[in-house]
């Protein structure tokens, strides 16, 4: 069966039978509640990843994985990188961790003192704004603004807010829950701000490979020594090859500053990944290319029944064009909806989104609880459905 006929089979009675919280935590006991909120996919994993996993199982090859020895994964990690993004990895610069969470917290720590700011995009994947907020460091808020066509940078805002105590840039990219993918001249203007004041630049660049036809990802660090030497890469193969439960992640240094900082942390405090973690990303990494490419061409059709069908039947919504990732936000605003857009479609159409108002500060401007972000990596038949239910829900307000 071909990767587009396993994920057009997908059944709704199978998906609500697993206990990853995507689908636990509404389509438990027969809620009749469709989830499209949390960053995983429906479909089923390569299988390359399958092989490996059933291999350990099989064997019980489940014991500790002796930190931080991960073989060749660094290695395999920077030819797939090189032959995916022209972005060159030296083993050396990488340090392994349990997941990106993790990853944002320590970098954040590392990069600055309690009390100094860190600049956020906003709206944002709210574990940015928990990194800041739970290691007492000052949010530095620059909104982003909807342009004629699409999120744009800010950047005259984004110059006047960064002060001198201002520390760290936190950079996604591609961005969650806008789905742009920053081109190059973005990410230069990033670059001199963060030579000019002096800041570390923190790249989250977990989507990397999931950026449709007509896009490119630019690794931030490629654009130059000035901005490599001052960055710290996030990333991650859970994302494009759908692991969250197998976790694994990683940090990319190019300041040497800050890797000297992260290998004097105490060893146990980094939780480092596990066998299945390891295994199932090098398979993923070596084996895995040819599912992704055919799981990006299926996500890409999914993103443009999902644009036409919001233009032909929820024409009050601001949305789009999506660049990268399964993430879709949409403004709800102008439907005039009689409640938050994310409890409004949960209530009357049955359908989880995430709620907009996690994605700013509670001071942010007034707005984002009437957004919500759309997770449209599931089968058509079931996307179709989620859609028609939310139409039909605003269409009897």
């Not at 701000?193 to 007509?214: Q, R, T």
């Not at 960055?231 to 000297?260: P, Q, W, Y």
Request: aromatic share 8%; glycine share 8%; hydrophobic share 45%.
């Amino acid at each position: 069966m071909s990767v587009k006929d396993q994920f057009d089979a997908l059944r709704i009675e199978d998906l609500a039978a697993r206990t990853g919280f995507k689908w636990s935590r509404y389509a438990a006991n027969g809620s009749g509640i469709l989830p499209a909120w949390v960053a995983d996919m429906d479909f089923p994993i390569a299988e390359p990843i399958r092989r490996v996993v059933r291999r350990l199982v099989d064997r019980s090859d489940l014991g500790y994985c002796e930190p931080p020895d991960v073989g060749d994964l660094p290695e395999i990690f920077g030819r797939r990188m090189e032959e995916q993004l022209g972005w060159t990895v030296e083993p050396e610069r990488i340090r392994f961790l349990v997941n990106a969470l993790q990853g944002l917290d320590l970098s954040v720590m590392l990069g600055s003192e309690k009390g100094e700011g860190i600049v956020v995009q906003t709206p944002i994947y709210p574990p940015f704004l928990g990194a800041v907020a739970g290691a007492g460091r000052r949010l530095v808020e620059s909104p982003l603004v909807r342009g004629p066509d699409r999120f744009e940078m800010d950047l005259d805002q984004l110059r006047s807010v960064i002060d001198r105590d201002t520390r760290v840039f936190m950079l996604c990219n591609p961005h969650n829950p806008s789905g742009r993918s920053w081109t190059r001249s973005e990410l230069e203007a990033v670059a001199e701000l963060a030579i000019e004041h002096d800041l570390i630049v923190l790249a989250d660049e977990i989507h990397n490979e999931l950026v449709f036809p007509g896009h490119q990802h630019i690794v931030f660090e490629t654009l130059g020594p000035e901005a490599r030497e001052r960055t710290v890469t996030i990333t991650s193969a859970t994302k494009s090859f759908n692991l969250a439960g197998l976790e694994l992640a990683l940090l990319v240094f190019g300041s040497e500053k800050l890797k000297r900082r992260f290998d004097e942390l105490p060893h146990f405090v980094l939780a480092h990944p596990g066998i299945l973690g390891v295994e199932a990303a090098r398979a993923a990494w070596r084996d895995g290319g040819p599912w992704l490419g055919e799981t990006v061409a299926y996500l890409d059709a999914n993103r443009a029944y999902l644009t036409d069908f919001v233009n032909r039947r929820l024409p009050g919504v601001v949305h789009g064009p999506q660049e990268a990732t399964y993430l879709y936000w949409l403004d709800c605003r102008g439907l005039n909806l009689p409640m938050a857009a994310s409890r409004f479609f949960l209530k009357r159409a049955q359908v989880a989104l995430n709620d907009g108002a996690e994605f700013g500060p509670p001071d942010s401007a007034p707005g984002l609880e009437h957004c919500a972000r759309l997770n449209f990596a599931t089968s058509r038949a079931i996307l179709g459905e989620i859609l028609e239910r939310m139409a039909d829900a605003v269409e009897k307000v």
